[in-house]
């Protein structure tokens, strides 16, 4: 029978009808999702947030009228229930943020979170130490850790060694089964301990790692007897040596994505193709260079039913021999859904593809300089189904006017500078606010969104703000930081301050461009849920920093280019650093010593840490002396041990 939630909840009566639910169900886990989804739905419109079977109320929400007492027994009647109904309706929850919140409401919730959990994100390896996260979570399965900061004035020797971590897990948690590292320094000995000391490990993520060699991969490859993921993506591997791919037992046949794109050697084909040939439940393979044009084939034919296909070399003749076979394999390719990668490309060659095109929900051009001019608009004309697009900057206003007319379902578009893939910029078409416009009107589902562009207007902004309600990130970045609107000459205010407003659920900002202190005031003033904030080359003064400080009480990641901001703004509300998980300071130039010592005494939880700037200290300590670069970070275990010479921890 269906379950009518009343206007106005009361916890005894939902409180009944789920101790009915759960205990007639004998905790059948379709009547506990569908419970769930029900109360989360009704429940929501009241400010209500359901946790399984509890209500908890926001701190800023909860009404005068519940004495402390009705809060207390709420949360009595949430923790009378058995560890196991608990522990069964958590498993439904997947997200990080919201597995933190259970663990918020009380004790019995607290330790059930603690033993059931089995996923755990850490976005700054310096935060704790490794045998806090062990401790807190005994029975971990899968782990992401992240070390360097995403800022490119981050020096390269600035850490993030992961071998303090793998040390700790080798011993204390042995039923490790995945492992994500994402911009941290990896050695060939922690590869070498990860495959021999962690006997049902899976998977293997190394996202802008660097440090290693092609021999820890061969570790990895031969002692990981169950492995199913290897991502290379983006990190810097050393050694020239292709043979690691022979490493993997002649008996492995658990692999499910290998993604070697970034290796610069040459690869042992024959061994790729024996590797793909006897692995059944491959999904996702991309490959790099080195994997030529009439090997591509050979591939396909051996794994018809990959989802995820990265394209290293694609080179060759229009209608060869090879062209011919790669045409013929590509259409038995039915279940692809990703294509990625043509770091070398002959676009007279890309009809081959063709097949595969209507099918694709994400199609990744970032790194395919060589596509370009009519190849280009007829290869994303057949995209029609399109969900994920990222693409260089050369494809002009021309072509994200195609894209706004062909692809209706576009919810995510990523539009990168050519010159970070090292491409000049002569001869290409750059974009302005004609294609962001264009893309606003013709794509409404667009929830998803970073631009780089020539020039820009406040107008071109606040038609984007009336066309996409649903964005959660917007990045526009302006080939002149400080460019001003192109047509009227004044700041880019209104634009930006329109977006903020019409875009209720925006999670993410980075805005460039010729900015006053009343930009900041709109973030301060409509953007409650903004998470993470990038601002460059803005003409603002202390209130202006002051105002998002103040405003944005969800923010946690805050970046700051080349803007007029001192002490006063970085002291203005300690307050707001309880939230604040990283704040970067570039190219200010008026932050003081003194400032940083005063914000490291406020708030003991901060690691503030001033870059390239140990020497300078040093000869002069003076509290007036001026930095360029501070970074600053939430801590729960004091200052880290491994900083370099180049940076002083206050």
Request: glycine share 6%; proline share 4%.
């Amino acid at each position: 029978k269906q379950v009518k939630i009343p206007a106005n909840p009361k916890i005894s009566a939902n409180i009944s009808i789920l101790y009915y639910l759960i205990f007639v169900s004998q905790f059948n886990s379709l009547s506990l999702f569908l419970l769930w989804a029900v109360c989360s739905k009704e429940l929501k419109k009241k400010n209500y947030l359901l946790y399984g079977i509890c209500f908890k109320v926001p701190r800023n929400k909860i009404k005068k009228e519940n004495s402390k007492k009705e809060r207390k027994g709420m949360r009595k009647l949430a923790a009378d229930f058995p560890d196991e109904v608990l522990e069964h309706i958590f498993s439904y929850v997947k997200l990080h943020k919201e597995r933190n919140n259970l663990s918020c409401v009380c004790k019995t919730w607290y330790k059930v979170e603690r033993f059931s959990r089995q996923t755990v994100l850490i976005r700054n390896c310096y935060a704790l130490l490794p045998q806090r996260l062990i401790s807190r979570f005994p029975n971990l399965r899968s782990l992401t850790l992240k070390g360097r900061p995403r800022f490119y004035s981050v020096p390269p020797d600035w850490g993030g060694f992961v071998s303090p971590w793998i040390q700790h897990l080798a011993k204390d948690c042995p039923c490790l089964e995945r492992l994500r590292l994402k911009r941290m320094v990896v050695s060939d000995r922690d590869l070498h301990l990860i495959s021999h000391s962690f006997p049902n490990f899976r998977g293997l993520v190394l996202v802008d790692c660097h440090g290693f060699t092609t021999e820890g991969l061969a570790s990895i490859a031969s002692s990981c007897r169950l492995l199913e993921v290897l991502d290379l993506q983006g990190s810097e591997v050393e050694g020239n040596g292709g043979k690691w791919l022979t490493c993997f037992p002649e008996s492995y046949k658990s692999l499910v994505s290998l993604n070697f794109t970034c290796l610069t050697g040459e690869v042992d084909l024959v061994s790729l193709e024996r590797l793909v040939a006897r692995s059944p439940n491959l999904r996702s393979l991309r490959l790099n260079k080195a994997v030529r044009f009439d090997m591509l084939h050979k591939i396909l034919v051996q794994a018809p039913q990959l989802v995820e296909l990265g394209i290293g070399s694609y080179v060759q003749i229009p209608l060869s021999e090879s062209y011919v076979k790669l045409h013929n394999a590509v259409r038995e390719c039915k279940s692809i859904r990703t294509l990625s990668g043509f770091l070398e490309v002959n676009s007279n060659c890309l009809p081959a593809i063709y097949p595969i095109c209507s099918n694709l929900d994400f199609l990744d051009l970032s790194c395919a300089s060589g596509i370009q001019g009519n190849q280009l608009l007829k290869l994303i004309h057949r995209c029609q189904s399109l969900r994920r697009l990222w693409i260089l900057d050369s494809i002009g206003d021309k072509g994200l006017g195609l894209v706004s007319s062909t692809c209706k379902e576009l919810e995510e578009l990523r539009i990168f500078k050519s010159t970070l893939f090292g491409v000049a910029r002569v001869g290409y078409s750059l974009i302005t606010e004609q294609g962001l416009v264009a893309i606003s009107m013709g794509c409404p589902k667009l929830h998803s969104l970073l631009y780089s562009c020539h020039r820009m207007t406040n107008a071109a902004l606040i038609i984007v703000a009336k066309n996409c309600l649903k964005l959660t990130r917007f990045e526009l970045y302006i080939l002149d930081s400080s460019a001003p609107d192109h047509s009227t000459l004044r700041p880019l205010d209104e634009g930006f301050g329109a977006i903020v407003q019409s875009c209720k659920e925006l999670r993410h900002l980075a805005i460039r461009g010729l900015l006053t202190d009343q930009v900041f005031l709109y973030i301060g003033m409509y953007a409650e849920r903004l998470e993470t904030f990038s601002v460059n080359s803005a003409q603002g003064s202390d209130k202006g920093m002051m105002y998002v400080l103040n405003g944005c009480r969800n923010l946690r990641k805050l970046e700051i280019r080349s803007c007029p901001f001192g002490n006063a703004a970085l002291l203005g509300d300690a307050s707001s650093y309880e939230t604040i998980r990283l704040l970067l300071m570039s190219g200010c130039g008026i932050t003081t010593l003194g400032g940083c010592m005063t914000l490291a005494s406020k708030v003991p939880t901060l690691n503030v840490e001033v870059v390239n700037g140990r020497s300078r200290i040093e000869e002069n300590p003076a509290e007036c002396l001026a930095f360029e670069e501070i970074y600053i970070f939430q801590t729960l275990d004091g200052p880290r041990k491994d900083a370099p010479k180049s940076v002083w921890i206050l």
